[in-house]
């Protein structure tokens, strides 16, 4: 069970070059989402999903796009990258919405540090 | 919409000795759960604690535990016999319970932890 995984862990980018970041989860849950983590902000929501086939915007999701064509992988994708896009981005998932409380754990990926430069 | 908000930047605490992180929120949902996410260096978020905001008895999980004063609408985080394996990055986020949340979480702006030997 290998959980919540981020694939690639590191990537540097050009201004201007696109690129597809890929999370999987091996753990059938049907909620996903895609953050982004900046020094003195905390992580932001960037798009989510409630389940296969379904996204919706998140606090911050200008620039990206995703795609959650099989319940266990959820792609976030960035057209034409640039600088301010320079982050942590952070995958995770949750089994479901509501009561008991156990449920709504978000269990993460390990991150993928991407520098667009 | 939920604001969370970590006035400490940093703390730091002696090998043993007790630790108190603050966390302040701000949501106008009548039901919502809270949580504390440890990150070390290895950039992996962990569940640390969680409260349901309808109990009125603070969680507690080994040595970490936390003040909840709903009124005050605070949510703090008590280390005890604090270790050098705590340090790490600490974020206090909350969760509107209601089903139309979708899971999405708002995060603190964290806090980063140095254990001194």
């Known amino acids: 069970n290998a959980g919540v995984t981020q694939t690639p862990k590191f990537r540097v980018l050009k201004t201007g070059q696109s690129m597809t970041l890929l999370c999987a989860q091996d753990m059938n849950h049907e909620y996903m989402y895609w953050y982004r983590q900046d020094p003195g902000m905390g992580l932001r929501l960037i798009h989510y999903?409630?389940?296969?086939?379904?996204?919706a915007k998140g606090e911050v999701p200008d620039g990206y796009n995703v795609s959650r064509l099989k319940k266990q992988n959820f792609l976030l994708g960035l057209e034409s990258a640039a600088p301010s896009q320079t982050s942590v981005y952070f995958c995770a998932s949750t089994k479901a919405i509501g009561a008991p409380s156990s449920y709504n754990e978000q269990f993460f990926g390990p991150g993928t540090r991407l520098t667009v430069l | 919409a939920q604001t969370v908000t970590q006035s400490q930047p940093e703390m730091s605490v002696q090998e043993a000795e007790t630790v108190t992180l603050s966390c302040t929120y701000d949501t106008s949902e009548s039901d919502y759960y809270l949580f504390w996410y440890k990150q070390p260096p290895s950039r992996q978020m962990i569940l640390v604690i969680r409260?349901?905001?309808?109990?009125?008895q603070n969680a507690t999980e080994n040595r970490f535990s936390v003040n909840f004063q709903k009124a005050a609408k605070s949510f703090s985080l008590k280390i005890s016999d604090s270790q050098l394996g705590d340090a790490a990055m600490y974020f206090c986020a909350c969760l509107p319970a209601g089903g139309t949340s979708y899971g999405k979480l708002t995060f603190g702006q964290g806090t980063i932890l140095t254990v001194h030997p």
């Open positions: 999903s409630v389940g296969e086939g379904t996204t």
């Open positions: 409260q349901e905001a309808y109990k009125q």
